[in-house]
Structure formats: C-alpha cells, structure tokens
C-alpha cells in the first residue's frame, strides 16, 4: 500500500454513505452547483423533509460534506479534500505493486 495513511473508520463511512443511490443523487446535486441550502435539498429530492435530513446527515457524519450557517439558513458543500483520501485509496487497488503480484 502507498505511503499514504488510511483512516480505516473514514473509508468504512464513506463507502457506506456514497453505496446509497439517494445519497448520491445528494452528491450529484451539491456537486453540479457548488452549494445547496439544505431546506432547498428537500424540493431538489422529491424526499420527506425528515428522510432528507437523515441522508443530509450521514454525508456530513461520514465527512464528504460539509454544512455551514450563514444567517438562518445552512449550505452544503463538498469536501474535497476527503474525497482527494477516498479516491488516493482506492488508487491503491490499481497500482502497478497489485498488478504485479496477481500476475498481469
């Protein structure tokens, strides 16, 4: 593996979060516009306002968003220098050290 150190808990929460199909609709959403209220979130899904958050806050726990208030109303953004972790480690997987010892 790469000199690269792997927080084992992130990866596991972010691979959990991002194999949801809704929560990548989310992803998708916040990344095609840069920031999205979270009350705007709710029309952008078609979701139950109590459904959005609970996917709205797996992605903030699991830390491939980010959520910060300005006035009364809260933005979401992606965070990108987690998800920069998250693809270095699956950069691993297709390294010329695992082609190696497999055999191709």
């Known amino acids: ?11 596991e929460k972010a691979i959990i979060s991002v194999a949801d199909p809704i929560r ?3 992803l998708q959403e916040i990344l095609e516009k840069g920031h999205v209220r979270c009350c705007d979130m709710v029309e952008i899904t078609g979701l139950s306002q109590p459904t959005c958050s609970h996917h709205i806050k797996l992605l903030t726990e699991s830390n491939l968003i980010k959520s910060r208030k300005e006035g009364r109303f809260n933005y979401l953004t992606i965070n990108k220098s987690n998800f920069t972790k998250l693809a270095r480690y699956f950069e691993n ?3 010329a050290e695992l082609a190696f010892r497999s055999g191709i």
């Open 93 to 95: 997987f297709s390294g």
């Open 24 to 26: 990548m609709r989310i």
């Open 1 to 11: 593996m790469s000199e690269l150190i792997i927080d084992q808990g992130f990866i």
